[in-house]
Structure formats: structure tokens, C-alpha cells
């Protein structure tokens, strides 16, 4: 008991340490830090008084896309007028990203104070970093009096700690391969658990369905008479081109000339989906206007600090970073390097020792020049192995152990007339954008 003893107050740096180490970070260690089971999260819920019935929530799950569509309902619920909170996961360059209130990241102050107060509760219970960070996002939002949060899962669904919410909308992006190693090896059992988040009487909006998904979404929300919608099925969104500032400019069912922030290939299934979605949130009570739509979709990170979709960091070489990491999320960005103009081809890549490194890079052209990195976290793949793996492939390049060091040589190759796309990772890019910090 020595240990909980009251000490003096760590700063923020410290708490941070503290966090990582006592409570096992998923993007550092990968499965080690994964529990199975709501029983932390029932615990905490428990201890701090079950804070996510003070506001209402929408849930967002998905294998990809779930990051850029649940910025984009937060911007337009702020720009409706609500007190939005917006919880998403991993952070890229500062833990308090994952934590924010109209796109204020949580303060160090709160942090600190959370630990500080309770960890003689949580200690002995040794939850998980996302256990500790979804009681720590959920107590932040009801002391803050948001009207709405949007919630993003974490990993899954039906086992994920923020399952324990009654939303007014539930929203499931599309199921691609990811995570196999906890939500199964089919994408019928990867299906069964992200629909673990659809609830009775709650609609839920499906974004894309393969054969497979399908049926898995349409017997649970019948199972639990919930009002389902495919997107896909009611195609809202009709065509999209490009304006001079490279945003797309969307024609839909219900806004023409709709302006969208984001620029990724993705976007077109994340905004159909997203449509679906707008279209049911007056039906839970919720004022939204055209206008607030159009300003959430145009000002989507200033509104919320959404960074790393697509994300333009330099012109005279164009520089650009994504944060896709499967082969569902590489297939957008191989389609949309295809469409750039450039000399030269610059790929700084690097990935994380649990994906499907073998897939992504299969996937990657073989005429580009390769710099191939690693992240700053333990589950980071070697570089000198994510090489040899290029190679394999026909990808070639030289090898770098520091994210620094890749992007400085792609920097000092490129002519003002060449690309470089840095990605592969969430990691690649947090390190990346680091830099700049």
C-alpha cells in the first residue's frame, strides 16, 4: 500500500509516463494491452458515477474511416450550435488529441488532476490505457456540460469499454481486415463484433457491406429491433469533383455543391455514409441546418484538429502523409497517388509488426523510390525487415531507423516537381508530424 501513498503532484510529461507505464498502451505493445471483457469499464463507470448518462452520444465504428467521420458529425453538431465532445483514438502527436470539447483538446491540468485523485481507485484494478482513457474522456465530458459527444470505438465493438453508452445514432463505416488477432479471421466474425455497438430502438447506419457483412448486420439489428440503413443502398451521394483549392466538391440528394475539407480517395464512401447518417440525427431531436452542414464538412479540422487524412504538409515537392495502415486503407491511397502529377514518386513508409505488412505492400507502385522507416514504438517492424519485405514485392529503397532521418533524405532527393507520401502507419505520421512540434 506503500505505493498509493499521496505524493507530490507529477507534471504533465511525468503523468503521462505514469499512464503508459502503469496501464499497458495499446499502440506501443499491441495484444498485451488488450483485455478482454467490460469488467474494468463497469468498475470505473461505477466509481465515477456512470458520467456518459449526463450528456447524449453518437457511436461511430468501422474498420477505416471511423476517425474522419466522427471529426465531421462533431463539426457539424458545433456548428449547429452544441457543446460537441469528440473522443478518438490513437492520438498522433499529443495524448490530449484523443480528449476534446468543440475541438479544444482536454487541458493538461484535468489530466493530471484525474490521475492524481483516483489512481488510488484504479490502481489496484490495473485497466487498460483505454479503459483508463475512455473513464477519463467520459468524467471530462460531463464535467464540462457538452451537450453531445461523439464517441469513437477503439478496437471492435461489442467488447470495447465505450460499448457501455445508450447513443441516439449508431454508425458502423465499413469492415475490411484489421485487429484479426482479437475480432476473428473472417470478415463475418469481424462483422459480428463491430456490430456488437448496434442497440434496441437505436438506428444504425451501415456505410459499405461486402456479401459476407451483409447478413451479420441485418440479424442483429433485427434481433434487437434496431432501425437499420445501408448507405450504399440509398446513395446519396451522386458525384464529386475537384475545385481549385483540391477540395471535393460533392453533388447529393439533398445539398448541391456540397464543399468537403478532406481530400483522401476514402472520402466518397466516408461522405455517402455520412449523408445517410445526417439525414436521421433531427429524428433523436437534434437542430441542424443546411448551413451547418456546409460549415462542418468545409472547416472539418479547424473545427475539431483533425490531422493525418490526406493531410498537405509542402508544396516544390508536394509532401503529403496519411494515416492508412490496412489494405483497405491502402487500396484509397495507391488509387489516389495514381492521379498526382509528379517526376518522381517518394514513398517513406513504415508499419506496425500486427498488420498485414505483406498485403499493404503488395499493393504499393513499384516505380516509386522507397524509404523505408520505422516508428517510434515497440510493435514498429524493423526497417531493415520492412526492406527486405519491399523487396520482395519489387520495391526499392534504402533503410532508415528513424522517421527523421526517412523523411530528411526523401526531402534532400526530391526535385520541386516530385511527390513524397509518407504513411503505412499511424505511428509513421505521429513521428512525422512531430517534428514540426
Known sequence: MQRLKKTRIMNYQETLTYLYNSAPLFQQVGKDAYKEGLDNTYALDNYFNHPHRRFRTIHVAGTNGKGSCSHTLAAILQSAGYKTGLYTS????????????????????????????????????????????TAMAFTYFAQQEVDVAVIEV????????????????????????????????????IASEKAGIIKKGVPVIIGETTPETRPVFQAKAEAVGAPIVFAEDEHLLLSATRNEAMHYVYQTADYANLEGELGGLCQLKNTNTLLSAIRRIPDAGYRLTEENVREGFLHVCELTGLMGRWQKLGEHPTIICDTGHNVGGMQYITEQLKN????????????????????????????????????????????????????????????????AEAFKMARTQALPEDFIFVGGSSFIVADLLSLNK
Open 90 to 133: 490513437p492520438h498522433l502527436v499529443d495524448f490530449r488529441e484523443r480528449i476534446r470539447v468543440n475541438g479544444t483538446p482536454v487541458s493538461q491540468e484535468f489530466v493530471i488532476d484525474f490521475v492524481e485523485k483516483h489512481r488510488a481507485f484504479f490502481e489496484p484494478l490495473h485497466p487498460s490505457f483505454f479503459e483508463l482513457t
Open 154 to 189: 477503439g478496437l471492435g465493438g461489442r467488447l470495447d469499454c465505450t460499448n457501455i453508452i445508450q447513443p441516439d445514432l449508431c454508425v458502423i463505416t465499413n469492415i475490411s481486415f484489421d485487429h484479426v488477432q482479437f475480432l476473428g479471421n473472417t470478415l463475418a466474425k
Open 340 to 403: 498526382q502529377s509528379y517526376q518522381t514518386l517518394h514513398i517513406v513508409i513504415g508499419m506496425v509488426n500486427d498488420k498485414d505488412v505483406s498485403g499493404v505492400l503488395s499493393m504499393l507502385p513499384k516505380e516509386a523510390r522507397y524509404y523505408f522507416t520505422q516508428a517510434s514504438v515497440k510493435r514498429a517492424l524493423p526497417c531493415d525487415k520492412m526492406k527486405a519485405l519491399g523487396e520482395k514485392f519489387g520495391l526499392h529503397g534504402e533503410a532508415y531507423p528513424h522517421v
